[in-house]
């Protein structure tokens, strides 16, 4: 908005300037410059009561001008949680939006915030790729009294007032809810603790929702007594997934449980498992790999839930536009939003054993995916 008027201002200076120079040209004559002046005049003020009745019919239209910086375009989840973005902040809802895309870099993504701060917009939004890194542009953010939300992953900030707010999933929940399931569906099918040899294919390394996802299973594997026998990145891509999967295949004859901290990786997992001659179900018992995963935002990935390939999936909700709105309306009404927001999620398997779990005493039905 600010810089709207500005340009405006600039053309009114350029058209001022035009102006004089032609009247100083016609000078010497002076019935031709009264006739000018005259004409000018009241041309000039037609045009300019036409100028304020269409300004008046059709004021210009108020924007908030947001800069969002998205890490990078590794998942599913990602471009659905890009879409929600660009389809909220519109010209329609009074938005300008500045769109930067990190490319799973966290210099582009402090470089694009310092493009925002010179551009001096409204609010910045930030999908930060990992928690660490953030704490000098985030100042510089806030000594130019910009409002920065932090959406999806968070970032790790000793001083909390370096940003305004977050909006997210409680990652940590999603992986004790999968790890609730599993358990569950080893009891009942009579699976010994021991017997559970498991693979962690984790997301990118130092993002919140690989933390959270990663502690989730640690803890569950040491509490109940499963063999957890290694943790890996797959950089939550396909490619990378099926690259480590087919590794692990060859590493560990026993494996027969693969926690994949999310689908786009499941889906390479799979291809993986078959291309090694070996199937995905949850029949372990008779040589089956099982596989679990999050997100539940690929239908493909839906689909194999339904037919069984991928056992169980951890809901994790990626649009966050319309959230972030809601926050910025907010802020714009003067109000202090929450803190930290978090989102409600679902946990879906085609599994019959297992129909609800339960965590720090809150019960949650497992859904048809
Ligand atoms: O699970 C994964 C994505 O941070 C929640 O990042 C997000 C994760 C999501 O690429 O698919």
Not at 250 to 276: F, H, P, Q, S, T
Request: charged share 25%; proline share 3%.
């Amino acid at each position: 908005m600010k810089k709207h008027i500005t340009w405006i201002q600039h053309k009114l200076g350029i058209q001022h300037k035009l102006g004089l120079q032609h009247k100083l040209q016609i000078q010497p004559k002076a019935w031709i410059l009264i006739l000018f002046v005259m004409a000018a005049l009241f041309g000039g003020c037609g045009r300019d009561s036409d100028h304020t009745e269409a300004q008046a019919e059709n004021p210009p239209e108020p924007s908030v001008v947001v800069g969002f910086s998205q890490l990078g375009a590794e998942s599913d989840w990602r471009s659905a949680n890009t879409d929600s973005m660009l389809q909220t902040f519109t010209r329609e809802n009074g938005y300008t939006l500045i769109y930067e895309n990190g490319q799973q870099q966290q210099s582009k993504q402090i470089t694009a915030i310092r493009k925002f701060i010179q551009q001096d917009v409204d609010y910045i939004v930030l999908a930060p790729e990992k928690e660490t890194g953030w704490e000098s542009v985030l100042e510089e953010a806030r000594n130019a009294e910009i409002p920065v939300i932090i959406v999806d992953r968070r970032v790790a900030a000793a001083d909390k007032n370096l940003y305004t707010c977050w909006v997210g999933s409680d990652f940590e929940l999603e992986g004790k809810k999968m790890c609730a399931w599993l358990g569950s569906f080893a009891e009942a099918h009579g699976i010994a603790p021991e017997e559970l040899h498991i693979v962690n294919i984790q997301g990118t390394i130092g993002s919140t929702a690989q933390i959270g996802r990663t502690r989730g299973l640690a803890n569950a594997a040491r509490e109940n007594g499963w063999d957890l026998m290694e943790e890996i990145s797959g950089d939550f891509t396909e490619t990378r997934g099926r690259e480590v999967m087919s590794m692990l295949l060859d590493k560990y004859d026993n494996l027969n449980v693969v926690y994949c901290e999310n689908d786009n990786m499941a889906l390479g997992v799979l291809d993986a498992i078959e291309e090694a001659g070996r199937t995905a179900g949850s029949d372990i018992a008779n040589g089956e790999i099982m596989v679990v995963s999050f997100d539940g935002v690929n239908e493909e990935a839906r689909e194999l839930a339904r037919a069984g390939k991928i056992s169980c999936i951890a809901e994790c909700n990626p649009l966050h536009g319309p959230r972030v709105e809601a926050l910025i309306r907010q802020l714009e009404a003067g109000e202090e939003p929450e803190k930290h927001n978090y989102v409600d999620e679902k946990i879906f398997s085609a599994e019959e054993a297992v129909r609800e779990i339960e965590i720090d005493g809150v019960t949650y039905k497992v859904e048809k995916p």
